[in-house]
């Protein structure tokens, strides 16, 4: 017992594990910048200029003056604060009262209500506002990541904030399993690989996802490609604190976040942990027990949401 005090008192033990003895609160993302949008009737027309009916626009209203607006189609699925809709760029025509749908720009549109955000302040573990002061750190950390999946823009009426992601026609990587079983060896292989390299770029910023699962992931086709995994869902994520020195340290206990059955011991628990690394001091850290779960899923059938 001496022979381990004396060892925990070297410098060598200190730089090593400080981190993981002196957990931190994390750190705040700074704000994110959104702009104003209004919405406004105008009818609408295809490439080919043949009317489609008349439709809500939502019009942002750009720092430089450059038209950028959107033509919400349809919900895609509703969502905690409001829904998310899929949608599709607009190009203004000579006539102030028509617009042109560019159908190569589908997007997706997180709309949430700003009452519920305020009813909901506190009461749950996912913050719209933190979730796109994320992304937009995210954005700052080198424009991004290939397979995370990062905002068009951002803004707000006197109502609802709006979130506008490109389009993932290839869907929630949950349902794609749920609907058709396993994905082969190699395919889950490729997607696991992307989905890693996505969490590794999210290590080297300082952010832990903390909901990492399959139901986060969306499938996407850029030009001719297979479709790639992409990240998504920040709305619980934390900043990792680092020290004077640079040092990430481990977080400190927090309520749980994430789903059930993909949650880590240290999670469930909430005891503090390494949101940093994928493996850290020869212990599985949040990151790596919710891959673990994923990978087997990718290679498996789904675990039901009782969570065995």
């Not at 200190?14 to 931190?24: K, N, R, T, V």
């Not at 990151?287 to 039901?304: E, M, N």
């Amino acid at each position: 017992m001496a022979a381990l005090s004396q060892v925990m008192e070297t410098e060598e033990f200190e730089a090593e594990f400080a981190p993981l003895l002196s957990p931190m609160s994390p750190e705040e993302f700074p704000a994110a910048d959104i702009g104003a949008a209004v919405f406004q009737q105008k009818m609408v027309v295809d490439e080919r200029g043949l009317d489609v009916g008349g439709g809500e626009i939502l019009l942002l209203d750009t720092p430089n003056g450059d038209f950028q607006a959107y033509h919400l189609v349809r919900t895609l699925r509703d969502a905690i604060y409001g829904r998310v809709v899929s949608g599709c760029r607009v190009i203004p025509t000579e006539d102030p009262d028509r617009v042109r749908l560019d159908e190569r720009a589908m997007v997706a549109v997180k709309m949430m209500s700003l009452q519920k955000i305020e009813e909901m302040r506190g009461r749950h573990a996912e913050n719209p506002f933190n979730e796109i002061a994320c992304m937009s750190f995210l954005h700052s950390q080198a424009g991004g990541h290939p397979h995370v999946l990062m905002y068009e823009a951002l803004c707000r009426t006197q109502s609802h904030l709006f979130m506008i992601m490109p389009y993932c026609s290839g869907g929630e990587l949950h349902s794609v399993i749920e609907e058709n079983g396993a994905l082969e060896p190699e395919r889950a292989r490729a997607l696991f690989r992307q989905m890693t390299q996505g969490v590794e770029f999210l290590g080297r910023a300082s952010v832990a996802h903390r909901d990492l699962s399959l139901e986060n992931v969306l499938l996407h086709r850029r030009i001719e490609e297979e479709r790639i995994a992409m990240l998504i869902d920040f709305g619980m994520a934390l900043r990792i604190p680092r020290d004077k020195d640079g040092r990430c340290h481990w977080i400190s206990r927090q309520l749980r976040a994430g789903k059930l059955h993909y949650m880590s011991p240290e999670i469930i628990s909430q005891r503090p942990f390494d949101g940093s690394k994928i493996v850290s001091l020869g212990r599985w850290t949040a990151f790596s027990w919710c891959g673990g779960v994923a990978d087997h899923l990718l290679l498996r059938s789904l675990c039901r949401t009782s969570g065995r």
